[in-house]
């Protein structure tokens, strides 16, 4: 993928090529090159250029996980000391879209999980409000549990995502880390799962569903019905894990 060098000045949010502008400004983070054209042009953009995140499940998929990862890495390289409360950490100002102050709270519970609230087990609405009119939201895919990185030890490692490729990269990137954290204990019939799993258990269709995930992706044996464990959550501040 080539990109204009940074700092350019002709990168604006009239210019810009909205499904891939989150790409490039999360491949900037990873660089350690310069963000702030394109920080400035996701602030400055408005409805109309921004149609294509709205409009399309893929590129508003890709985008939005893009933007997620890089405000994160942003704000642990920016704020590292809002980290010790994750309460701070995840309801300060992390990125600006479209004129519209966003946390990351905001971008993964009221965007990108379609306005439910991150506590309840992924069961409860929201009762924040983002900003963004209702044509931003997406239907909550359990996938970007396993894509989204907040700085913690037990997040999974960052990927870019594209609008053409978001579905077979999540599947990838969803297998990886399952195949990294899951534990199936045969003589006892369980599993241990990563906690997002217990956090989000709505997202993913109650246990069965995340059964049903496990037998799909050979985790457990097709004929078992193993009960679930959760494993405890690593939230060592770990910045800058970037897959290979």
Same mark, same amino acid.
């Given at each position: 993928?080539?990109?204009?060098?940074?700092?350019?000045?002709?990168?604006?949010?009239?210019?810009?090529?909205?499904?891939?502008? %989150? $790409?490039?400004? =999360?491949?900037?983070?990873? @660089?350690? *090159?310069?963000?702030?054209?394109?920080?400035? /042009? +996701?602030?400055?953009?408005?409805?109309?250029?921004?149609?294509?995140?709205?409009?399309?499940?893929?590129?508003?998929?890709?985008?939005?996980?893009?933007?997620?990862?890089?405000?994160?890495?942003?704000?642990?390289?920016?704020?590292?000391?809002?980290?010790?409360?994750?309460?701070?950490?995840?309801?300060?100002?992390?990125?600006?879209?479209?004129?519209?102050?966003?946390?990351?709270?905001?971008?993964?519970?009221?965007?990108?999980?379609?306005?439910?609230?991150?506590?309840?087990?992924?069961?409860?609405?929201?009762? %924040? $409000?983002?900003? =963004?009119?209702?044509?931003? @939201?997406? *239907?909550?895919?359990?996938?970007?549990?396993? /894509? +989204?990185?907040?700085?913690?030890?037990?997040?999974?490692?960052?990927?870019?995502?594209?609008?053409?490729?978001?579905?077979?990269?999540?599947?990838?990137?969803?297998?990886?880390?399952?195949?990294?954290?899951?534990?199936?204990?045969?003589?006892?019939?369980?599993?241990?799962?990563?906690?997002?799993?217990?956090?989000?258990?709505?997202?993913?269709?109650?246990?069965?569903?995340?059964?049903?995930?496990?037998?799909?992706?050979?985790?457990?044996?097709?004929?078992?019905?193993?009960?679930?464990?959760?494993?405890?959550?690593?939230?060592?501040?770990?910045?800058?894990?970037?897959?290979?």
């Amino acid at each position: 993928m080539t990109d204009a060098g940074p700092g350019t000045a002709d990168e604006s949010a009239s210019d810009v090529r909205w499904r891939t502008v %989150a $790409r490039r400004l =999360l491949e900037r983070v990873r @660089r350690e *090159e310069e963000t702030e054209p394109l920080l400035r /042009a +996701l602030a400055e953009a408005d409805d109309v250029a921004l149609s294509p995140i709205r409009t399309d499940r893929r590129a508003g998929l890709a985008f939005w996980l893009n933007v997620y990862n890089a405000a994160t890495q942003l704000l642990l390289e920016r704020r590292p000391e809002l980290f010790e409360s994750r309460l701070r950490f995840f309801r300060a100002h992390a990125v600006t879209v479209a004129g519209v102050d966003l946390s990351l709270d905001d971008v993964e519970h009221g965007i990108m999980r379609g306005g439910r609230s991150k506590y309840g087990l992924g069961y409860l609405p929201r009762l %924040a $409000r983002t900003g =963004l009119d209702g044509s931003y @939201r997406l *239907e909550p895919d359990p996938r970007i549990h396993f /894509a +989204l990185n907040c700085g913690a030890a037990s997040c999974p490692a960052v990927l870019a995502y594209d609008p053409e490729t978001v579905d077979e990269t999540l599947d990838d990137a969803t297998a990886a880390h399952l195949d990294r954290t899951v534990e199936y204990d045969a003589d006892h019939n369980r599993v241990r799962v990563p906690r997002v799993c217990l956090w989000f258990v709505g997202d993913f269709g109650g246990p069965s569903g995340i059964r049903a995930l496990l037998y799909e992706l050979e985790q457990v044996p097709p004929d078992s019905s193993p009960s679930l464990r959760f494993e405890e959550y690593d939230w060592t501040r770990t910045p800058r894990k970037f897959a290979d």
